[in-house]
């Protein structure tokens, strides 16, 4: 099955949401993405363990969720969306998500950023600094909060933001282009 093409991956898809040949249907649909959602975490994923585990519960959430498949989006879109978002849900579960910071206090954020993993802004930033980016990014608007939270605390393509976010690459990139300018702004007495 490795020559799968798109017209078999669609009939596969309108057969699954139908209930048709469900087993053959959902083996050709895993043949074709398997190896992109394993990419996917295999860049946000140290242990081939972990990586293979959110592989196999994106997979089981697409089986049980594919009646709530609308063809709105493309299949793909719509399947690493679920794949983001397992890879969040793993992030709350291991307690490594520290981009949606709850904390109000800077103490609180300090002792919540030295229980997780560096970030990619974190390793640039380090103390008051790192702080008062993350006190001027909470002020953005949600959106471009978002997006940019996205960005520099995940590491995330313009293209995975705009899945996730179901945005335009577009406004993605103005919203990114926004954020770093309010930035510059409210940040202007630190060098970045």
């Given at each position: 099955m490795n020559d799968i093409n798109s017209l078999d991956v669609d009939a596969a898809i309108e057969k699954l949401r139908h209930g048709v040949d469900k087993e053959q249907s959902f083996r050709?649909?895993?043949?074709?993405?398997?190896?992109?959602?394993?990419?996917?975490?295999a860049k946000r994923v140290f242990s081939s363990e972990e990586r293979l585990d959110l592989t196999q519960e994106t997979f089981l959430r697409v089986y049980k969720g594919i009646s709530g498949f609308r063809g709105e989006s493309q299949f793909g879109t719509w399947l690493f969306r679920i794949a983001h978002n397992?890879?969040?849900?793993?992030?709350?579960?291991?307690?490594?998500?520290?981009?949606?910071?709850?904390?109000?206090?800077?103490?609180?954020?300090?002792?919540?950023?030295?229980?997780?993993?560096?970030?990619?802004?974190?390793?640039?930033?380090?103390?008051?600094?790192?702080?008062?980016?993350?006190?001027a990014i909470k002020d953005l608007p949600?959106?471009?909060?978002?997006?940019?939270?996205?960005?520099?605390?995940?590491?995330?393509?313009?293209?995975?933001?705009?899945?996730?976010?179901?945005?335009?690459?577009?406004?993605?990139?103005?919203?990114?282009?926004?954020a770093r300018k309010k930035l510059k702004g409210s940040l202007a007495d630190i060098d970045l």
């Open positions: 050709i649909i895993f043949d074709r993405y398997h190896k992109p959602v394993q990419r996917f975490f397992t890879y969040l849900r793993w992030l709350q579960r291991s307690d490594r998500l520290g981009i949606f910071d709850t904390a109000e206090s800077s103490d609180d954020l300090a002792t919540e950023e030295a229980a997780t993993d560096p970030t990619p802004l974190d390793r640039v930033m380090s103390g008051e600094r790192r702080n008062r980016v993350r006190a949600e959106q471009m909060r978002r997006c940019t939270q996205l960005r520099l605390e995940q590491d995330l393509s313009y293209r995975e933001i705009a899945v996730t976010m179901r945005l335009s690459i577009q406004t993605v990139k103005v919203h990114l282009f926004q």
